[in-house]
T-cell receptor, first 109, second 112 residues
Framework: SQQGEEDPQALSIQEGENATMNCSYKTSINNLQWYRQNSGRGLVHLILIRSNEREKHSGRLRVTLDTSKKSSSLLITASRAADTASYFC?????????FGKGTRLSVIA | DTAVSQTPKYLVTQMGNDKSIKCEQNLGHDTMYWYKQDSKKFLKIMFSYNNKELIINETVPNRFSPKSPDKAHLNLHINSLELGDSAVYFCASSPQPDQPQHFGDGTRLSIL
């Protein structure tokens, strides 16, 4: 299985700090995506990084991909209370999109 | 304007019953999906349709049957509901199969 696994499972930080979440996967991929899920809501797509890309930015988000280590990281800078949510990585390759179990981020005001 | 809408939002029913969940997207996407999220937040794909054709059918009991009357709709019918079917079911859509997906807010199914 190429299921992504996020690390840590839970993260609690103060507002204004940076949050880093990691994702590891097992097989080759075409792209890796990050999604956010607020409590009781559906997933929202944040960013997609292709296998031939190493880094992408979107606002306060920075995603890196290291295909040699089969890992990705999501950095949220200057976190806000509204960033409190679960964050999932998902890998797309020869199989349909496969989601990890998520990192639960709590940003304390 | 809700992009991907699911009904109902909550579904409480007894074991053995048959129920349906409806999904509609107004994004003009060609591809739609059904996912199951368990109590540990693990999200697993069940089905995917592209232009009304079934393209993904993961290992799901035959009691689950998707139906896509047109590109904008993908409904999920479940026969003979079991306790283990309790979960949140998400519908999603994307322009094409390998592109970012837009999710509905889920249907929380509880089996008594």
């Amino acid at each position: 299985s190429q299921q992504g696994e996020e690390d840590p499972q839970a993260l609690s930080i103060q507002e204004g700090e940076n949050a880093t979440m990691n994702c590891s996967y097992k097989t080759s991929i075409n792209n890796l995506q990050w999604y956010r899920q607020n409590s009781g809501r559906g997933l929202v797509h944040l960013i997609l990084i292709r296998s031939n890309e190493r880094e992408k930015h979107s606002g306060r988000l920075r995603v890196t991909l290291d295909t040699s280590k089969k890992s990705s990281s999501l950095l949220i800078t200057a976190s806000r209370a509204a960033d409190t949510a679960s964050y999932f990585c998902a890998t797309e390759g020869n199989t349909p999109l496969v989601f990890g179990k998520g990192t639960r981020l709590s940003v304390i005001a | 304007d809700t992009a991907v809408s699911q009904t109902p939002k909550y579904l409480v029913t007894q074991m053995g019953n048959d129920k349906s969940i409806k999904c509609e997207q107004n994004l003009g996407h060609d591809t739609m999906y059904w996912y199951k999220q368990d109590s540990k937040k693990f999200l697993k794909i069940m089905f995917s349709y592209n232009n009304k054709e079934l393209i993904i059918n993961e290992t799901v009991p035959n009691r689950f049957s998707p139906k896509s009357p047109d590109k904008a709709h993908l409904n999920l019918h479940i026969n003979s509901l079991e306790l283990g079917d309790s979960a949140v079911y998400f519908c999603a859509s994307s322009p094409q199969p390998d592109q970012p997906q837009h999710f509905g807010d889920g249907t929380r199914l509880s089996i008594l």
